[in-house]
């Protein structure tokens, strides 16, 4: 999928329950805080596992303390699926 059309559906999807999984395979939950022209920011639905954990930036691999939470470079997801309510 390519990267504007990516960005627009983590817009539409601000503020649902979400599954990112990246092009290398991890696999991120959360509920999207945030998207900018480079990543979405997912605040982790897993007790604040994925905090620890890395997303991909344009530098490498960081962690954002911006108040947004994980962040995840647009380019770097493979799919994004919602999450039904009952698997919170």
């Not at 539409?12 to 990112?20: L, M």
């Not at 480079?38 to 905090?51: A, C, D, E, S, T």
């Not at 960081?62 to 919170?88: D, Q």
Request: aromatic share 12%; proline share 2%.
């Amino acid at each position: 999928m390519a990267k504007e059309n990516m960005h627009q559906m983590c817009n539409r999807h601000r503020g649902k329950a979400v599954v990112i999984r990246t092009n290398d395979g991890r696999e991120h939950r959360g509920i999207i805080q945030h998207v900018d022209n480079r990543q979405v920011y997912l605040q982790p639905m897993n007790g604040g596992r994925n905090l620890g954990g890395f997303g991909y930036g344009y530098g490498g691999y960081g962690y954002r303390r911006n108040g947004f939470g994980l962040g995840i470079a647009i380019g770097s997801i493979a799919t994004l699926a919602l999450i039904p309510f009952f698997f919170w």
